[in-house]
């Protein structure tokens, strides 16, 4: 996948997975990996940054949960991040139609 594309998409995805349900890290790289039919592999160099700036934007918050494996961080949406998601969804959508409307005969 072109990595420019998915650097202006990496907010959404990660909102969206979130908005289904609390992971941590790994696993939300796992679920992408597999959502992408193996296409996309994000890694912790793009994944931790963009959760730390997220969190820091008040999109998301942490907690860690004792599993069977070990501590683990988890990461849950807020209310301002099911927001942000919405508004980001939209203009997503926008370009979509766009681009869809732009390419004639190519699609």
Do not use: C
Not at 12 to 29: A, F, K, P, Q, T
């Amino acid at each position: 996948m072109d990595r420019e594309i998915m650097k202006g998409s990496i907010d959404i995805l990660l909102l969206n997975l979130l908005n289904e349900s609390d992971m941590y890290g790994y696993e939300m790289v796992k679920v992408l990996k597999e959502k992408s039919e193996q296409l996309y592999n994000m890694g912790e160099g793009t994944l931790y940054p963009a959760l730390k700036r997220m969190e820091k934007k008040g999109w998301l918050t942490s907690y860690w949960f004792e599993t069977n494996h070990g501590r683990r961080k988890y990461y849950r949406i807020t209310d301002d991040g099911k927001a942000e998601l919405a508004k980001k969804l939209e203009e997503w959508n926008n370009v979509h139609n766009l681009i869809t409307k732009t390419s004639g005969d190519l699609s």
